[in-house]
């Protein structure tokens, strides 16, 4: 079964500033995409960055950048700059064949505060 | 181009009763997923819709069903609602179904059952 992990429940950062946040996956199917979603408290998710499983590249969107690690199955996003209105959840996700079906699966999100 | 649209925006309804929710895709768009958020289990795939067809379907009971019609708009269902269906579902369409390519959301719908 697909599996992704994000284990900041919450994070902080100065206006400016660069942030991390952290996604592991696992997955038995070699062809999967990678998404990052951000979703403000009006509820709608936003797409940011996609990473395909057989891209050599990492994506890079704007002051968006996926840091892909294939071997350490990690897909951390990388956000430069931090801006007051980068201040909401952030979901990892995947999709793929699990158990013989395409299952999107979502991360439970990592809250991210820009502080002025 | 319009975005994904959900109506309506905030439901409440009284445990037993059926609920049916709408999702407008955007233009061109042929696959639409149904998802359902809540705090305690996140965000859970329920089904996709391409073509009128179901192609997936997440790890839900039967009393979560949808239809897709021939616009690409589509419907879903819940019958026979229980305290833990309360929720935000969210509808999110796309070009192509079973894709590795990015899913545009609508606001959602709040549905509260009492």
């Known amino acids: 079964a697909q599996k992704i992990t994000q284990t900041q429940p919450g994070m902080f950062v100065q206006e400016k500033e660069a942030v991390t946040l952290d996604c592991t996956y696992d997955t038995s199917d070699p062809s999967y995409g990678l998404f990052w979603y951000k979703q403000p408290s009006s509820g709608e998710m936003i797409f940011l960055i996609y990473q395909g499983s057989y891209d050599q590249q990492n994506a890079t969107e704007g002051r968006y950048s996926l840091n892909f690690q294939k071997a350490r199955k990690s897909a951390n996003l990388v956000i430069s700059a931090s801006q007051l209105g980068d201040s909401a959840m952030y979901f990892c996700?995947?999709?793929?064949?699990?158990?013989?079906?395409?299952?999107?699966?979502f991360g439970r999100g990592t809250s991210l505060i820009v502080h002025p | 181009k319009a975005g994904v649209t959900q109506t309506p925006r905030y439901l409440i309804k009284t445990r037993g009763q059926q609920v049916t929710l709408s999702c407008s895709p955007i233009s061109g768009h042929r696959s639409v997923s149904w998802y359902q958020q809540t705090p305690g289990q996140g965000l859970q795939f329920l089904f996709e819709y391409f073509s009128e067809t179901q192609r997936n379907k997440g790890n839900f009971p039967g009393r979560f069903s949808g239809r897709q019609f021939s616009n690409s708009r589509s419907e879903m269902n819940v019958s026979t609602l229980e305290l833990g269906d309360s929720a935000l579902y969210l509808c999110a369409s796309s070009s192509i179904f079973q894709g590795n390519t990015e899913a545009f959301f609508g606001q959602g719908t709040r549905l509260t059952v009492v």
């Open positions: 996700a995947m999709t793929g064949k699990s158990g013989g079906s395409y299952i999107p699966t």
